[in-house]
């Protein structure tokens, strides 16, 4: 069987790019074809794909617009269809803000695709950057998501099956496709058992310095909800992840905040292994694989009551939940967090990772398999 892998760009490394790695492995000879590529940008996480062929297209190889290629979003259905997928058996496209879902196909050809989310600058969600209190730019983004959000629907039709990575994804489906679709939550690298094992009999002595969270440092992640909390409070605060708010964020963060960048998989492990809770705060998040690999190594999760959060963070029994973006409310989950004895603060740990081990990569993978072959059959 020929297949192509579909993603929509290449050029840094989240929640979808883990999706695609994963996808990869399960079919090794996969071709990958996408927007723009820039392996540098993917920084510690190159190594994962720098052995990988792959098809850029025509809009990727020109250089000023694959520097600068946000404004250039309306010509995404030219990129897409552009492509040529007629010797393929199977195309699998990883859609996301790009909509990569927008490939055509023709018959024997199965599509299907897996969707992280429909594009949030379509459909009024949060984006990274607060671009409609440009004026020129709002005007220009008005007009060109008009056009997209026709586009987005008609081609979103296209595609023989449909993948969410969570509920909260699929119910955006129904409401802007009118189409249904298959719930297959993405892939988490969580800690092995017995590591597992070792760090909670680390945590017997119940000794545990600060609050850790790992985010893209974007507007929609709302960081700085937790560092307000952290100034107010004077509680111990890691940031992992980098981005373009970075700057911001530093300017308002007080000396119990610090910010570690981008680690390496070792350095992030020992991180979450000694971190006391998981803070959380973005808003409309489809699902949030690093919530799900916090509770791996049986991090409680106290977290903004949003999107495809609520699926799996419990109230009070594997974390917190709070019910407004703001630092007043945070800290009063924080308060009650503070508050758990030793037994219960043990017990949400085992809650924690038990919650976790639902989303292991082998889960996705037999998941992924088993939807394909009932496709194909």
Do not use: C
Not at 150 to 171: C, H, V
């Amino acid at each position: 069987m020929k297949v192509a892998l579909v993603h929509d760009q290449l050029r840094e490394f989240g929640g979808a790019e883990r999706v695609l790695v994963s996808l990869k492995k399960i079919f090794p000879q996969a071709d990958i074809y996408t927007t723009t590529f820039d392996l540098n940008s993917l920084g510690i996480h190159k190594n994962l794909i720098k052995d990988w062929k792959v098809n850029v297209s025509w809009f990727g190889k020109i250089p000023l617009l694959n520097r600068f290629y946000s404004p250039f979003r309306f010509l995404t259905p030219l990129i897409w269809e552009s492509f040529d997928f007629s010797g393929y058996d199977l195309v699998i496209s990883s859609s996301g803000s790009w909509m990569s879902k927008g490939i055509k196909t023709k018959k024997p050809t199965v599509h299907i695709s897996y969707i992280h989310h429909p594009p949030r600058y379509l459909y009024g969600y949060e984006t990274a950057i607060e671009w409609q209190k440009y004026f020129f730019i709002k005007i220009y983004g008005y007009i060109i998501n008009h056009f997209l959000r026709i586009w987005d629907f008609t081609s979103t039709q296209r595609a023989d099956f449909l993948i969410a990575n969570s509920e909260e994804t699929k119910r955006r489906i129904e409401k802007f496709y009118r189409r249904d679709s298959t719930v297959i939550y993405p892939p988490v690298d969580i800690s092995d058992s017995k590591l597992f094992k070792t760090i909670y009999n680390h945590f017997q002595q119940f000794k545990t310095e600060y609050f850790l969270t790992v985010s893209r440092l974007a507007r929609a992640k709302h960081i700085d909800v937790l560092i307000k909390a952290s100034n107010k409070l004077k509680f111990n605060l890691k940031i992992v992840g980098s981005g373009r708010d970075e700057e911001r964020l530093r300017k308002i963060a007080g000396k119990t905040v610090e910010f570690l960048g981008n680690l390496t998989d070792e350095e992030l492990k020992k991180t979450y292994i000694n971190a006391k809770a998981f803070l959380f705060a973005s808003r409309d998040e489809e699902f949030g694989i690093a919530v799900v690999e916090a509770m791996g190594y049986g991090l409680p999760v106290i977290a903004f009551r949003s999107g495809g959060i609520p699926e799996y963070v419990i109230n009070e029994k594997n974390g917190f939940l709070f019910d407004q973006l703001i630092e007043s409310s945070l800290i009063k989950k924080i308060a009650e967090f503070e508050k758990l004895n030793k037994e219960k603060y043990l017990e949400m740990r085992k809650e924690a990772r038990k919650t976790a081990e639902r989303f292991t990569e082998e889960k996705f993978e037999e998941n992924i398999k088993q939807f394909v072959k009932s496709k194909l059959t």
